[in-house]
């Protein structure tokens, strides 16, 4: 019997075999049939505006882009009518665009409109090119656009408007001299445009283009313009005598030469927790571009502004590229430069010294978030295996950690239900503390473009109205450190009124009766109370949640980085289990990862209280195998846990730490209390900083070893959604600044231990034989775009959606976990009557060692500032731009006021990024005391008006944030078919550079 699904059609007299529906197009592709399609991209869809891909389907003319295949179709592309058609589509795109394509940038190979132009073989460009009434626009940072080389195909609109969804171009076909627009005709530096750069990526031809690119791409394209133009009306005017053959020929050579001098890279983001994966162009060590792909398997063509363009700093003057070690002299201590020799034997030596002396837990190591999977593995295994501690952490311990234990305490695994493509999925998303529109603006655009394309509903639960809460269908602004109480609420309604899944609950999940029961303080009054939300939408959300097929629910440091943080996370996972949103598709608890490797670090054993693969230090049966991999006894091996990041720098500054190892990681910075963690770095016998640059906690070392960024090394990142893929080294390291494996290896080995790795590859091969939640993982499993979802078996097969055949447990089943009410450690009162939230920012990362050296990201939002809302500023006296004390119960900083209605009441808000000063000035050290994750989000402020002018506002009112977006449903060509002066092709127009 026939399989409905596929379907066999007639192309030219010969069968070609797809699947029934798909477009004619893909099936063509996908058979290896040449047609043209310059304005078709696979992630887009059919735009039906290029008319360059008509053929002849059954008797009539149609765009191929647009017609779906059936059983017995019968197609024709070498008729007279069909090439004539296609023919007329190409020569009206060039009336928009001038060729001169050995003096453009981007002549790379990828320009889809010149390769379509050289495969069509046209003799002759039969409309002449008219130039538009429009200037080039370059006030942007990072790209162009050039309206005289635009052929209105709309792919950028598309690309904007539906997949990124930040809703920011549009074209009207109706206007005179159509052009793309942003925010209805503002310039791109003053419009919304967030720079992602989805417009560059989908773009065929140079109208839009990197700045990166121009001008220096090719052989010929960095010549000055005075030059240029008179070469390009030379090439044009010899054009229309020797016919465009063999211009296009000089071009394809041009293609070629280039080419033989770019390098094409496939590596993955090093920013945030998403995992995007991408090429890197570059020619020695320029980055020409960075060009997604639709294989990738967590973005496809999906950037944002920093994985796009935030790049500079792998080139930066302040890199370190040799070793430092601090001495002492005359006018105090300071570094000098040393061989890669004398400073790891120093830092050999002084280790051993220590842990002999004092005991191996006089020393801790926290490991990069940064850093690859094998680096992590090499940090604790140092730690563990050399030294005998499990005073090993790394950078969760300040944002993820509270999640992982609500995680482990209801369904086992300590990572994300699923992928992203069940968020994509979902009927409902909650975002509870999360604001991915900045910190995760890849996923958030999943989440746009499903909301507004397929009708998924939005639930936003935060104290701050971002992005995502304004396009939400239910936004509830709660006060901070409320959620507990509010989670808690829903849940206790969603049981009381027959929302809950009662036979999931009965089937796969323990504890039912006594959760019930644990609820009971949790009234509707209560959660009112204490979050400030009214009781009816309350009502609303939970109604909202019990009913929807299936729920993801998103959650991160806004709810981590409170006193209640583990508790709140244990909440969120149990209002799941209650409405049985585990173990299907697009369902599951989804804590956003901060860092690109922060959920790998701790898969791979940078926890104090873990072995990689999540097996437990002070399991006698897990401390034998592990010493027996690794050969050793067990007792050589510790059985306890080990001191965590809060508590090293806590034990460092009573002088009981006496020595620390620090990969990438700016923990001067980043914890809490500035004061308190600095003085622990002042007082420690030593410590060792390796990293990239001479971060701030670097000043504090006495030996700096100088490491390299995922571009200069090969190696693996996990992603949120537990994904494993590959990086490969796109540049050699910069002077003598060597991979942080290598470094790692080689003091290993001055310290007794010759692991004899050559490649990373090694080392992962090393995990996967002890860690059994890596068995499977292997870098030719991860080859190319492939990648892996742990769990993975040995033989390969990975697990993109947890708990379908039960949880993580012995019996199998889930655990609901009663939690308590506690009101936050620090709250405002008479004197610090302000509470201060505080979060990161879509163009920066962290303290910005990395996004703020020398590119354009900086000048986006160049000054600190402080959100504060219309009513308040109006209560204080303050607008924009005014100077202000923020002042809490540790310390004091002074900057300018930002007036938004992003913040309202007594809460404000403050970017973390600004580290001159530091913003830790004013956090204190009360913390989760389940995990010792800082309370970062419970800081009481008091706010005073300095007596001086405002100035210009902190925030740029060119920032997007200012803009207005435009939504629609993308480019319509339905609007230009209606233009009287238009006409299927083949019939020719008088005016297509109109069109």
């Not at 052009?179 to 209805?184: E, I, K, N, S, Y």
């Not at 010549?223 to 090439?235: A, E, T, V, Y």
């Not at 109205?465 to 450190?481: Q, V």
């Not at 892996?788 to 708990?803: C, I, K, N, R, S």
Request: with cysteine; net charge negative; glycine share 8%.
């Amino acid at each position: 019997m026939k399989d409905p699904a596929r379907c066999t059609i007639e192309l030219d007299g010969r069968p070609l075999q797809g699947k029934t529906g798909e477009r004619l197009v893909e099936l063509m592709n996908s058979n290896g049939v040449d047609l043209p399609q310059v304005c078709y991209h696979q992630a887009l869809g059919p735009l039906q505006t290029c008319d360059t891909c008509w053929v002849d389907v059954d008797g009539q003319l149609k765009r191929s882009c647009a017609t779906t295949v059936n059983d017995g179709m019968k197609v024709t592309s070498l008729d007279d009518a069909s090439r004539a058609a296609r023919e007329e589509g190409m020569d009206r795109l060039l009336a928009k665009h001038e060729l001169y394509c050995t003096t453009c940038e981007n002549n790379t190979g990828d320009c889809k409109l010149h390769n379509t132009f050289a495969d069509m073989d046209i003799a002759i460009q039969r409309y002449p090119y008219a130039r538009k009434p429009y200037e080039k626009d370059a006030s942007g940072p990072f790209y162009t656009y050039d309206p005289d080389q635009c052929i209105l195909c709309g792919q950028c609109v598309e690309a904007c408007q539906n997949v990124e969804v930040n809703e920011t171009l549009s074209i009207d076909y109706s206007s005179p001299d159509p052009r793309v627009l942003w925010d209805g005709g503002k310039p791109i530096g003053e419009s919304s445009c967030v720079e992602c750069g989805h417009c560059v990526t989908v773009c065929p031809c140079n109208a839009l283009l990197e700045k990166s690119m121009q001008p220096d791409a090719g052989p010929f394209t960095a010549m000055p313009q005075r030059l240029k133009r008179p070469m390009i009306d030379l090439i044009k005017s010899l054009e229309e005598t020797v016919g465009a053959p063999p211009i296009t020929a000089l071009s394809k050579m041009d293609v070629q030469l280039r080419q033989a001098e770019i390098k094409k890279t496939k590596t993955v983001c090093t920013y945030c927790g998403v995992g995007c994966s991408f090429e890197m162009w570059t020619r020695d060590r320029h980055l020409l571009r960075v060009q997604p792909t639709i294989d990738a398997p967590a973005n496809g063509i999906s950037t944002c502004v920093k994985g796009r363009f935030a790049w500079d700093f792998i080139n930066s003057k302040e890199r370190l590229t040799r070793p430092l070690i601090r001495e002492a002299g005359p006018d105090g201590a300071r570094f000098r430069e040393a061989s890669w020799d004398e400073a790891l034997n120093l830092v050999a030596r002084r280790l051993v010294e220590i842990r002999d002396t004092h005991g191996p837990d006089s020393i801790g190591f926290i490991g990069s978030s940064k850093a690859s999977n094998e680096e992590a593995y090499l940090t604790q295994k140092i730690a563990r295996l050399i030294i005998g501690t499990n005073s090993v952490d790394n950078s969760s311990r300040y944002c993820q950690n509270p999640a992982t234990k609500g995680l482990f305490r209801t369904v086992g695994y300590g990572g994300d239900a699923g992928s992203i493509k069940d968020i994509e999925s979902a009927d409902l998303v909650v975002l509870v503390g999360s604001n991915i529109g900045e910190n995760h603006p890849v996923i958030a655009s999943k989440v746009k473009r499903a909301h507004k394309l397929r009708g998924q509903k939005l639930l936003v639960i935060d104290p701050r109205k971002h992005e995502m809460a304004e396009r939400a269908d239910i936004y509830l602004r709660n006060r901070p450190s409320s959620d507990l109480a509010l989670v808690c609420a829903l849940t206790r309604y969603i049981l009381d009124h027959g929302l809950a899944d009662e036979k999931f609950l009965a089937e796969k999940v323990n504890n039912v009766d006594a959760y019930r029961e644990s609820l009971a303080p949790f009234t509707l009054e209560m959660a009112e109370n204490l979050s400030g939300v009214p009781q009816d939408q309350l009502i609303e959300a939970a109604q909202m949640i019990g009913r929807a097929g299936s729920v993801c629910l998103l959650w991160a440091m806004g709810i981590t980085q409170h006193s209640q943080g583990a508790d709140t996370s244990t909440a969120l996972s149990n209002l799941l289990l209650v409405t049985g949103n585990y173990g299907r598709p697009g369902t599951g608890g989804y804590p956003m990862r901060g860092h690109n490797n922060v959920q790998g670090a701790s898969d791979f054993g940078c926890l104090k209280n873990i072995y990689p693969g999540y097996e437990y230090v002070d399991q006698p049966a897990v401390r034998e195998k592990w010493a027996k991999a690794w050969g050793v006894p067990p007792e050589a091996l510790s059985d306890h846990f080990g001191l965590d990041n809060f508590e090293m720098v806590a034990e460092a500054g009573k002088g009981k730490l006496k020595a620390m190892y620090v990969i990438g990681e700016e923990t001067a910075v980043s914890d809490s209390n500035a004061a308190s963690t600095q003085h622990g770095f002042e007082n420690i016998d030593f410590l060792v900083v390796q990293d990239i640059f001479l971060s701030r906690t670097a000043q504090f070392a006495d030996v700096v070893l100088p490491a390299c960024p995922s571009t200069e090394k090969d190696g693996t990142f996990t992603n949120t959604e537990r994904r494993i893929q590959r990086f490969h080294q796109v540049m050699p390291p910069l002077g003598d600044s060597r991979p942080d494996w290598q470094i790692l290896s080689e003091l290993a080995a001055r310290m007794g231990h010759d692991w004899g790795y050559t490649h990373p590859s090694q080392i992962m091969d090393e995990v996967a034989g002890i860690a059994d939640l890596f068995a499977g993982v292997s870098y030719e499993r991860l080859e190319g775009w492939k990648s892996l979802q742990w769990p993975v078996a040995e033989d390969g097969t990975d697990t993109p959606l947890l708990y379908t055949d039960g949880f993580q447990f012995p019996d199998g089943k889930a655990r609901l976990h009663p939690v308590q009410w506690q009101a936050p450690a620090e709250d405002a009162d008479s004197e610090y009557d302000l509470m201060l939230d505080n979060g990161r920012m879509l163009e920066h990362f962290q303290s910005t060692n990395q996004s703020g050296r020398d590119g354009g990201t900086k000048p986006m939002s160049p000054d600190w500032f402080v959100e504060i809302g219309p009513q308040l500023a109006a209560e204080r006296g303050l607008e924009d731009g005014s100077w202000v004390r923020v002042v809490s119960r540790r310390g004091a900083l002074e900057l300018r006021v930002v007036v938004t209605d992003r913040v309202a009441g007594n809460t404000v808000f403050m970017p973390i990024h600004h580290v001159k000063p530091n913003m830790n000035r004013l956090t204190g050290e009360h913390h989760d005391p389940v995990v010792n994750t800082p309370a970062y989000k419970e800081t009481a402020v008091r706010i005073e008006k300095l007596d001086r002018p405002a100035g210009d506002p902190a925030l740029p009112y060119h920032n997007f944030r200012y803009g207005h977006r435009t939504p629609n449903t993308g480019p319509e060509a339905e609007q230009k078919w209606r233009r009287p002066d238009y006409a299927e092709p083949p019939t020719p127009l008088s005016r297509p550079q109109k069109q």
